[in-house]
């Protein structure tokens, strides 16, 4: 997971709760001149903190260094758990959700898409199918996205964030041609039309938009 990322799109969110947990304390009618420091000292505060957690998300660290504190890694992962970003009942790490999400961010598909097609092409497995020629859990086919592959800077496509990008890439290319039917029996079948494979994964997208935030 890209916690030191990830820690700062909580930043500003808690940085705010801090600063108004303190003014909530000032509840004189008239601010006094000690509650007007307090309140400079809170902001100053919560400024340098979402400073920092800038300054750690845009270093290029690994995910968690000798030193880093597990309890505070352990602290985003719940924070991003109450916030929705990551799902238990979803039958991927939370490193692959994040990855999962990224890719659909970067290609502009749908989350919601993405898991119902993932779910559909393999059941949430990264496996190799059709006698070795698809890889990974999009299911994806060098042969056909060499190109693809090379423009994303993509060289395994039994890597998560690897698959995820050239899938979710291919279905946005797609998205750009066809109505989501047609997108998603092309996916599948190199074709377009109605599909016993578009219809699921239709509803799949349906049924994961209903409670994915």
């Known amino acids: 997971m890209r916690r030191r990322e990830l820690l700062l799109r909580l930043a500003a969110p808690l940085a705010l709760c801090a600063l108004l ?4 304390q000032l509840d004189k009618p008239a601010e006094s001149a ?3 420091r307090l309140r400079l000292e ?3 505060a919560a400024a340098l903190e979402t400073r920092r957690m800038e300054l ?3 270093a290029p660290t690994p995910d968690l260094l000798p030193g880093d504190d597990p ?14 970003y990551f799902r238990l009942e979803l039958p991927l790490t939370y490193d692959e959700q994040d990855l999962l999400q990224t890719a659909c961010e970067e290609s502009g598909v749908p989350y919601a898409l993405a898991l119902a ?11 190799m199918g059709d006698d070795g020629q698809s890889a990974g ?10 190109e693809r592959m090379d423009r994303l800077g993509v060289t395994d496509l039994l890597d998560p964030g690897g698959n995820f990008r050239v899938g979710c890439d291919f279905l946005a290319e797609l998205l750009g041609r066809y109505s989501l039917e047609d997108t998603l029996t092309y996916y599948n079948s190199g074709r377009t ?8 994964v239709m509803a799949g997208m349906e049924e994961y938009a209903q409670w994915i935030a």
């Open 21 to 24: 947990a303190g003014l909530a």
């Open 42 to 44: 809170l902001a100053r």
């Open 193 to 200: 039309g109605p599909s016993a494979y578009a219809s699921a």
């Open 71 to 84: 309890a505070e890694a352990e602290g985003i992962e719940a924070a991003l758990e109450a916030q929705g």
């Open 34 to 36: 000690d509650g007007f």
């Open 56 to 58: 750690s998300a845009s």
């Open 137 to 146: 859990y999009m299911q994806v086919q060098a042969r056909w996205h060499a």
């Open 117 to 127: 097609v993932i779910r559909e092409e393999t059941h949430f497995q990264n496996i």
